[in-house]
């Protein structure tokens, strides 16, 4: 298992899972170009990508360590808490 922060690459923009404070993890990304905000939500297996902000409300810097601050660096779940915590990812 690895410390890795779970972020990853998404084209020009994300893909991240943060962890909540019940235990649970939610995953987001942005769109390719690193804009808008978007939820997955997995419903009897089919996955399914949730718009919360729109591309002008929302988005991050392509350079992964200032993304990391602006989501929050905290919030972010490791690589290996993937395994243990509860949600969609």
């Known amino acids: 298992m ?21 235990g649970h993890g939610a995953t987001y990304r942005t769109d390719r170009d690193g804009a808008g905000l978007f939820q997955l939500k ?3 297996g089919q996955e399914r990508w949730n718009q919360i902000k729109g591309t002008s409300q929302f988005s991050l810097p392509s350079n992964r360590a200032r993304a990391m601050s602006k989501i929050g660096r905290g919030n972010i779940a ?10 969609n990812f």
């Open 42 to 44: 997995i419903n009897n």
């Open 2 to 22: 690895t410390n890795e922060l779970a972020i990853h690459e998404y084209g020009n923009g994300w893909k991240w899972t943060e962890k909540n404070r019940d």
């Open 78 to 87: 490791t690589d290996a808490e993937l395994a243990t915590l509860k949600g």
